[in-house]
């Protein structure tokens, strides 16, 4: 499903005219766009410049946040775990794919990286202890341990990512990209296999430092923990039907994580007296206390983006230009320098005529919004599919199409239809098959976590 990858070339820059500009705090080291230099660049942006006085006063503030790109030269040192299903599953073209991207995994490796390997299946075995890959003879030692991994037996994804864990510790190391990568095409079924489980054995590792990337292969996976264990550990998550696409997932990822720019990242959102923050849309983990919130990420990495939408009501009755939201970026630089904290707030106007607060709708959040509310959708539609409630999860589709259709005029362009499209085709896929088919299910799921985390 084609989300909204498109919109960003259609609609790069463009914002409408009489809408006001995101407001710079006094001291603030980085303004929109100002090309600074900085590690993290910060952007805070209301949805639109005028808030309709009659209505909700709702205004929904963008803040984010954007990496600087790392040259491979000066990418940083790894610490990395593979962890591998090698339950009876996975027999075939798995297997052999599996130790082809844990090749290609070590050969993205620097000489002085830390690598180890841990194969499971009712048990776990520890294959490769924590060791520097070394030069070529050394490389090719490793690749003959890696070429040993045979299938059979159960799936014991808990143990297999408490034992990665347990190798990573051994050189666990602030200045390092401390990592573990999960492949697995099977459910758990040994040891705790909840999805809580695995979600708490996740926050437990971030809180540590670490973060666990999880591959889903193929159609028999438990989506669910694999996203959450991700997520939890604030790491990545892959979705992969075809066996072939492995190696180049490795690959991916570890070129993605090796660029560290930022560390201890900590966004704080304030509101003013008479302003309510009343969620971050689509992270009901983000606590708001009403007038202010605190987002802290582990690390970010060279290229990274991330966008979080903040949702504030304007309870008093002024009419008067406000800054409704204010908000500071902090951060420790790979170097180990904590660089002056970025500051800026967002500044709205009223208005009594509702077309002039439509017009003033800021298209590019405008985007990120509607990306946010169908991501919601899907995810509640994919809750009631699983109650055994089709009919219900097909009228939230069917309602947020119809939510979508409904926005202002500056919002409605081509990729907002082709969203609708799908969703009223997922509606109606619904209605007649009465359940969400395994593979429509996962990339349902996969594609509402790319959307999240802004990762297509």
Same mark, same amino acid.
């Given at each position: 499903?084609?989300?909204?990858?498109?919109?960003v070339?259609?609609?790069?820059?463009?914002?409408v005219?009489?809408?006001?500009?995101?407001?710079?705090?006094?001291?603030?080291?980085?303004?929109?766009?100002?090309?600074?230099?900085?590690?993290l660049?910060?952007?805070?942006?209301?949805?639109?410049?005028?808030?309709?006085?009659a209505?909700?006063?709702?205004?929904?503030?963008?803040?984010?946040?954007?990496?600087?790109?790392?040259?491979?030269?000066?990418r940083?040192?790894?610490?990395?775990?593979?962890?591998?299903?090698?339950?009876?599953?996975?027999?075939?073209?798995?297997?052999?794919?599996?130790?082809?991207?844990a090749?290609?995994?070590?050969?993205?490796l620097?000489?002085?990286?830390?690598?180890?390997?841990?194969?499971?299946?009712?048990?776990?075995?520890?294959?490769?202890?924590?060791?520097?890959?070394?030069?070529?003879e050394?490389?090719?030692?490793?690749?003959?341990?890696?070429?040993?991994?045979?299938?059979?037996?159960?799936?014991?994804?808990?143990?297999?990512?408490?034992?990665?864990?347990?190798?990573?510790?051994?050189?666990?190391?602030?200045?390092?990209?401390?990592?573990?990568i999960?492949?697995?095409?099977?459910?758990?079924?040994?040891?705790?296999?909840?999805?809580?489980?695995?979600?708490?054995?996740?926050?437990?590792?971030?809180?540590?430092?670490?973060?666990?990337?999880?591959?889903?292969?193929?159609?028999?996976?438990?989506?669910?923990l694999?996203?959450?264990?991700?997520?939890?550990?604030?790491?990545?998550?892959?979705?992969?039907?075809?066996?072939?696409?492995?190696?180049?997932?490795?690959?991916?990822?570890?070129?993605?994580?090796?660029?560290?720019?930022?560390?201890?990242?900590?966004?704080?959102?304030?509101?003013?007296?008479?302003?309510?923050?009343?969620?971050?849309?689509?992270?009901?983990?983000?606590?708001?206390?009403g007038d202010?919130?605190?987002?802290?990420?582990?690390?970010?990495?060279?290229?990274?983006?991330?966008?979080?939408?903040?949702?504030?009501?304007?309870?008093?009755?002024?009419?008067?230009?406000?800054?409704?939201?204010?908000?500071?970026?902090?951060?420790?630089?790979?170097?180990? !320098?904590?660089?002056?904290?970025? #500051?800026?707030?967002? @500044?709205?106007?009223?208005?009594?005529? %509702? +077309? *002039? /607060?439509? $017009?003033?709708?800021?298209f590019e959040?405008a985007?990120?919004?509607?990306?946010?509310?169908?991501?919601?959708?899907?995810?509640?539609?994919?809750?009631?599919?699983?109650?055994?409630?089709?009919?219900?999860?097909?009228?939230?589709?069917?309602?947020?199409?119809?939510?979508?259709?409904?926005?202002?005029?500056p919002?409605?362009?081509? !990729?907002?239809?082709?969203?609708? #499209?799908?969703?009223? @085709?997922?509606?109606?896929a619904?209605? %007649? +098959? *009465? /359940?969400? $088919?395994?593979?429509?299910?996962?990339?349902?799921?996969?594609?509402?976590?790319?959307?999240?985390?802004?990762?297509?």
């Open positions: 499903m084609k989300t909204f990858s498109i919109i070339l259609l609609l790069a820059g463009a914002l005219g009489g809408a006001q500009e995101a407001q710079v705090a006094p001291g603030s080291s980085c303004a929109p766009g100002s090309g600074s230099g900085a590690d660049t910060l952007r805070v942006t209301p949805e639109r410049g005028l808030v309709y006085s209505g909700s006063r709702e205004v929904v503030v963008e803040i984010d946040v954007e990496a600087g790109r790392v040259e491979a030269a000066h940083g040192p790894m610490n990395l775990a593979l962890v591998l299903d090698r339950s009876g599953s996975m027999q075939g073209p798995k297997i052999e794919k599996a130790r082809q991207a090749c290609v995994a070590l050969d993205q620097a000489d002085d990286d830390y690598l180890s390997l841990v194969v499971f299946d009712h048990r776990t075995e520890l294959l490769i202890p924590p060791v520097r890959v070394g030069g070529a050394h490389r090719e030692a490793l690749k003959s341990r890696i070429d040993r991994i045979r299938p059979g037996g159960s799936t014991a994804i808990y143990a297999g990512v408490s034992l990665g864990a347990e190798q990573v510790r051994a050189h666990l190391d602030k200045e390092f990209v401390n990592r573990i999960l492949m697995s095409d099977g459910i758990a079924n040994v040891g705790p296999s909840r999805t809580s489980d695995l979600a708490a054995l996740g926050r437990d590792l971030r809180r540590e430092g670490l973060g666990v990337t999880t591959i889903g292969l193929g159609d028999d996976y438990n989506e669910d694999m996203t959450a264990l991700a997520e939890a550990s604030d790491a990545n998550y892959y979705y992969v039907r075809d066996a072939e696409k492995l190696p180049g997932i490795f690959s991916e990822e570890l070129g993605a994580v090796r660029s560290v720019v930022a560390r201890e990242i900590r966004i704080r959102i304030r509101t003013p007296e008479g302003v309510r923050l009343k969620e971050i849309i689509g992270r009901p983990e983000i606590e708001c206390g202010s919130a605190e987002i802290a990420l582990p690390e970010f990495f060279g290229g990274e983006r991330r966008r979080f939408l903040a949702r504030c009501v304007v309870e008093n009755g002024v009419d008067a230009p406000i800054d409704v939201a204010s908000v500071e970026l902090g951060y420790e630089a790979s170097g180990g !320098a904590r660089p002056e904290p970025q #500051r800026q707030r967002a @500044r709205v106007g009223f208005t009594g005529a %509702k +077309d *002039k /607060s439509d $017009e003033s709708v800021r959040v985007r990120d919004v509607s990306i946010a509310q169908n991501c919601l959708a899907k995810e509640l539609a994919v809750k009631l599919a699983d109650e055994g409630r089709p009919a219900e999860a097909a009228k939230v589709l069917r309602g947020q199409a119809t939510a979508n259709a409904a926005a202002p005029a919002a409605q362009i081509p !990729a907002l239809d082709v969203e609708n #499209r799908e969703l009223n @085709r997922s509606a109606d619904l209605e %007649k +098959d *009465k /359940s969400l $088919e395994g593979a429509t299910r996962k990339r349902m799921q996969y594609e509402n976590w790319q959307d999240k985390y802004q990762k297509r």
